[in-house]
DNA sequence: TTGTTGTCGAACACGATGTATGGTTAACTT
DNA sequence: AAGTTAACCATACATCGTGTTCGACAACAA
């Protein structure tokens, strides 16, 4: 199971697909007709409509994939065996890579004003995430910020150098951006975890 | 001169700013159409477009008011003469602050899904502001993010912890939502900024 | 082969947009 | 107070994109 049942239907999503993501990379999503991308995949207008609920719904469903693609990774690396100075976002390393590697669809899909939406999306995702790592972790309970809040702090920092970085065409590595962006969160994190602790900035551990 | 010219266009502007509004409040931005906003303003349809080209355009007229306001706030503490413990987003506080006496009118144009365009916009021209501040400011010229990168994170910080703030319905006054945000970004970007020196925290100087 | 299922394409109803026009009235001007 | 301006209204209209429906046909699985 798993597979395809029917030749056709991979063709025609394959098909769509391809489209979408061209020309969301010429126009821009919110330019982009299903007129437009029926036409691009020679498809059927009732077709399009056989496969996916709407335009959103095929944005979404590519997003989807990355979604997967994150969770996948967070679950590579179980919290206890994980390298200690990676552990405010396990999948981060991996999240830079990926978008180096998909680098044009993540630009197509998310450097335009038009796809905003989806970076709510994404972060609401990833604040779960980043939520459940949290509270893996032992910590002050009398934190002064309940731990959505941070995890919030957390993700947004990590899309902000991210967003970044692509727009500006990856100028450091994904490593390098990584730890980047490890070292700016992580001092500021120590004091909202045990404020009594003064934070060294180059500690190793949460 | 800057007073209003005619009663009229006053009158009219104020019907259809508050039925958009209220609207807004009740179906979300993307829901409402420009028929909706007539109806609700009892006002002809060629009268809204001879006040504004787009749904868009009066939105981002809202919007801009916000900004004005921000900018304002920042005009009026220059940087030598500020409160250090205040001086990453000089005008940190107020936007809290403003948000609060705001609060129904922030969140329906902010809160919704379908607005999201307008933090990437509103980001942006944060960014702008947080960067000729941090210019202002003696730093490291070896330091190993760029100075936009480093707005974007501060930036996206404090956008994130208000997000959260007006979303949770305001836990934490204006001022300890200030007082977070900055403990939990400085020591971090203090690091940043001079990776030799560690940071304590506590740094009341940048 | 036979029945099922995806696809085609054309047509259609619907709703929202933005423009144009000529008449009406309220607000400014003197 | 009377005259002038221009903001407003109602209506109509062309346009465009959407999402649905339907009968015919072709590819698929059994």
């Given at each position: ?8 239907v991979?063709?025609t ?7 979408f993501l061209?020309?969301?990379?010429e126009?821009?999503?919110s330019a982009?007709?299903?007129?437009n ?8 207008r009732s077709?399009?409509?056989?496969h996916?609920l709407?335009?959103?719904?095929l944005l979404?469903?590519?997003f ?20 200690p100075?990676?552990?405010?976002l ?7 890579e990926h ?24 972060q ?9 790592e949290l ?20 993700v ?32 500021g994190?120590?004091?909202m ?14």
């Amino acid at each position: 199971m798993g597979k395809s049942k029917d030749r056709r239907v991979e063709r025609t999503r394959s098909l769509i697909r391809n489209a979408f993501l061209e020309l969301t990379q010429e126009k821009g999503y919110s330019a982009v007709t299903v007129q437009n991308i029926i036409d691009r995949a020679n498809v059927g207008r009732s077709t399009f409509y056989a496969h996916f609920l709407d335009k959103e719904q095929l944005l979404l469903s590519e997003f989807k994939e990355f979604q997967d693609f994150l969770r996948q990774q967070r679950g590579n690396r179980s919290i206890a065996q994980r390298d200690p100075d990676m552990c405010v976002l396990g999948f981060g390393l991996a999240m830079f890579e990926h978008v180096q590697e998909n680098y044009h669809h993540f630009k197509a899909l998310f450097t335009r004003q038009d796809t905003a939406f989806l970076h709510q999306q994404m972060q609401k995702f990833l604040v779960e995430l980043v939520q459940e790592e949290l509270m893996a972790m032992p910590r002050d309970v009398s934190s002064p910020l309940p731990t959505d809040a941070l995890a919030q702090f957390i993700v947004n920092a990590y899309w902000a150098l991210l967003f970044w970085w692509c727009e500006h065409e990856m100028p450091y590595s994904a490593k390098e951006m990584d730890r980047l962006t490890y070292v700016l969160i992580t001092s500021g994190v120590i004091n909202m975890l045990a404020p009594q602790d003064q934070g060294t900035g180059r500690g190793s551990r949460i």
